[in-house]
C-alpha cells in the first residue's frame, strides 16, 4: 500500500474512479488514525504514547491497485475535496430492488 500525500491521493483516486467507470470498483474506507506504527502493547508494560490529534486514515483500493492517505482533523479543506469528489463519480451506483411489504407478509403466514 502506497501512503500519499494528501493532493497527490486526491489525483490518483480519481484516476482510479475514471479507470472503473465502465466496469470494475472502487472500495474506501476510513478509519481513525493516531500516528501509531507499533501495536498496543499488553496489560502488563506501560504505555508511552501520547497521541498529538485526530487523524483520519483514508484507503482506496481497485484490484491490486492500493493508495492510501492521512487526514489531519485540523485540515477541513482536504475532507472537503474528498467529499466532493465521492460525489461526483458516485453516478454509477445501482439503485437497490425494493420488493412490497404484501409478498413478505404472505410468504410468513
Same mark, same amino acid.
Given at each position: 500500500?502506497?501512503?500519499?500525500?494528501?493532493?497527490?491521493?486526491? !489525483?490518483?483516486?480519481?484516476?482510479?474512479?475514471?479507470?472503473?467507470?465502465? $466496469?470494475? @470498483?472502487?472500495?474506501?474506507?476510513?478509519?481513525?488514525?493516531?500516528?501509531?506504527?507499533?501495536?498496543?502493547?499488553? &496489560?502488563? #508494560?506501560?504505555? !508511552?504514547?501520547?497521541?498529538?490529534?485526530?487523524?483520519?486514515? +483514508?484507503?482506496?483500493?481497485?484490484? &491490486?491497485?492500493? +493508495? $492510501? !492517505?492521512?487526514? $489531519?482533523?485540523?485540515?477541513?479543506?482536504?475532507? @472537503?475535496?474528498? @467529499?466532493?469528489?465521492?460525489?461526483? #463519480?458516485?453516478?454509477?451506483?445501482?439503485?437497490?430492488?425494493?420488493?412490497? &411489504?404484501?409478498?413478505?407478509?404472505?410468504? !410468513?403466514?
Amino acid at each position: 500500500m502506497v501512503l500519499l500525500e494528501n493532493d497527490a491521493f486526491l !489525483t490518483e483516486l480519481t484516476r482510479l474512479f475514471q479507470k472503473c467507470r465502465t $466496469s470494475g @470498483s472502487v472500495v474506501i474506507t476510513l478509519k481513525k488514525y493516531d500516528g501509531r506504527t507499533k501495536p498496543v502493547p499488553r &496489560k502488563g #508494560h506501560p504505555e !508511552t504514547f501520547e497521541p498529538v490529534d485526530n487523524k483520519c486514515l +483514508i484507503r482506496a483500493s481497485e484490484g &491490486k491497485k492500493k +493508495i $492510501s !492517505t492521512v487526514v $489531519s482533523a485540523l485540515f477541513d479543506l482536504k475532507l @472537503s475535496a474528498y @467529499s466532493n469528489l465521492l460525489r461526483a #463519480h458516485m453516478d454509477g451506483l445501482k439503485k437497490k430492488d425494493k420488493k412490497s &411489504k404484501s409478498k413478505k407478509t404472505k410468504a !410468513t403466514q
